[in-house]
């Protein structure tokens, strides 16, 4: 069966620090992967997805950044966080068909001081 | 950005049915319906999808319109720990499965 790993689970952080966050798919191949935001109190955001290998793609100009260097490793990075980068992070994977649920990973909650 | 509609809040007894409702007028012909869940601290946790028939797993039944522009999630028996936010999502026909969250139902339910 096919599992999802994030860490860390938290993190904090000072402003200006960078930032990687890496999230790794075992039991399938060639996954869609995403990662998604959830500021406090509100829904979730996607941030980047990937349908291969070094093919990211942008939901939402940030401070962020995302890299897909093996099949099924998702990392997230920054070089200098931001206050307003705090959140919930959460990594997620499909097989890609419109019939074909996102998966998600326990998330990595973010505090940048 | 979500193009569903949902309640911010429901309540539901122990026991008894939890009827969750959506909107999502917009809707095309090949967009499916999703539903997840969150428990507070956790990744959201996939419940059920359907596109025109009505779908039924473990966990949970889901109710489309015939018109499609909206569904209902039920949950035929909750308990406690069904209490999370309800997410009803479309998945905008994307062979890219990109799905876009907006803030959900809080369903609680209460003993």
């Known amino acids: 069966s096919q599992t999802i790993h994030q860490w860390p689970a938290t993190l904090v952080q000072p402003v200006g620090s960078p930032l990687s966050l890496e999230c790794t798919v075992e039991?399938?191949?060639?996954?869609?992967l995403y990662w998604y935001r959830q500021a406090a109190g509100r829904g979730l955001q996607l941030l980047f997805y990937?349908?291969?290998?070094?093919?990211i793609s942008s939901e939402v100009p940030q401070n962020l950044s995302a890299s897909r260097p093996q099949d099924r490793q998702f990392i997230l990075s920054s070089k200098k966080l931001l206050l307003s980068d705090s959140g919930f992070y959460l990594c997620?994977?499909?097989?890609?068909?419109?019939?074909?649920?996102?998966?998600f990973g326990n998330g990595t909650r973010l505090t940048v001081t | 950005d979500a193009k569903t509609t949902q309640p911010p809040s429901m309540d539901c007894a122990e026991g008894r049915a939890a009827n969750l409702p959506c909107n999502h007028s917009?809707?095309?012909?090949?967009?499916?319906v999703y539903w997840y869940r969150q428990i507070h601290s956790q990744g959201p946790q996939y419940i059920i999808h359907?596109?025109?028939n009505n779908e039924t797993n473990e966990m949970a039944s889901l109710i489309i319109t015939e018109d499609r522009k909206s569904s209902t999630l039920i949950l035929p028996h909750a308990t406690l720990r069904d209490t999370a936010v309800y997410y009803c999502?479309?998945?905008?026909?994307?062979?890219?499965?990109?799905?876009?969250f907006g803030r959900g139902t809080q369903l609680t339910v209460w003993p």
């Open positions: 997620a994977w499909s097989l890609g068909p419109t019939d074909s649920p996102l998966h």
């Open positions: 039991g399938t191949s060639n996954p869609n």
């Open positions: 990937s349908i291969g290998i070094d093919q």
């Open positions: 917009t809707i095309s012909g090949n967009e499916y």
């Open positions: 359907g596109l025109k």
């Open positions: 999502i479309d998945d905008r026909g994307s062979t890219l499965g990109r799905l876009y």
